[in-house]
């Protein structure tokens, strides 16, 4: 089940749960509702993995267990805070993307999904328990185009 509602504060804020699983194609067609078609691509390939992570690694797939995904957009700069109910994730601080965009850390640790979060998205950062991951992306920026078309 899908649970979807709106609600203004300061910002316009979307909310979207779900009960774990990895069956994304819904919610992924509604968080990419708003993305310019040339970057969905590019973001739909992020949000998956962050969804995935939430689902599979926080929630260990539980069905009793829900995923929360608060989503809002001003202009061409959009915002996802994705929240599980798991144990929480601590990122490595030897993870952090540097400017050259490379992961400077070994493979087993950081592994693909940071790889790919660090490069789709301008920002990532997890709440100090490890249950909240945000993200936010400024489409249209001149200074690149979508990797992922």
């Known amino acids: 089940m ?8 300061r ?14 194609i819904p919610i ?3 968080l990419l509702a708003e993305i310019p078609p040339g970057w969905r691509a590019e973001v739909r390939l992020g949000l998956q993995e962050a969804l995935v992570n939430a ?3 926080g929630n260990n797939l539980d069905p009793s ?4 995904v608060r989503f809002s957009s001003v202009a061409n700069h959009y915002w996802w805070i994705i929240s599980d109910q798991g144990g929480g994730f601590r990122p490595s601080h030897d993870c952090e993307i540097g400017q050259s965009r490379q992961l400077p850390c070994d ?5 693909r999904g940071m790889y790919i979060l660090h490069q789709i998205f301008d ?3 997890w709440n100090s ?3 909240e991951l945000r993200l936010s992306k400024r489409v249209r920026d001149v200074s690149r185009q979508p990797l992922v078309v």
Do not use: M
Request: glycine fraction near 4%.
């Open 55 to 57: 689902a599979k690694h």
């Open 11 to 24: 910002r316009h804020w979307n909310t979207i749960s779900f009960a774990s699983t990895l069956y994304l």
């Open 123 to 125: 920002q990532v950062q």
């Open 129 to 131: 328990q490890g249950t």
């Open 2 to 9: 899908i649970a979807v509602s709106s609600r203004p504060v």
């Open 107 to 111: 493979e087993r640790e950081c592994g």
């Open 65 to 68: 267990k829900t995923v929360l």
């Open 28 to 30: 992924l067609d509604l």
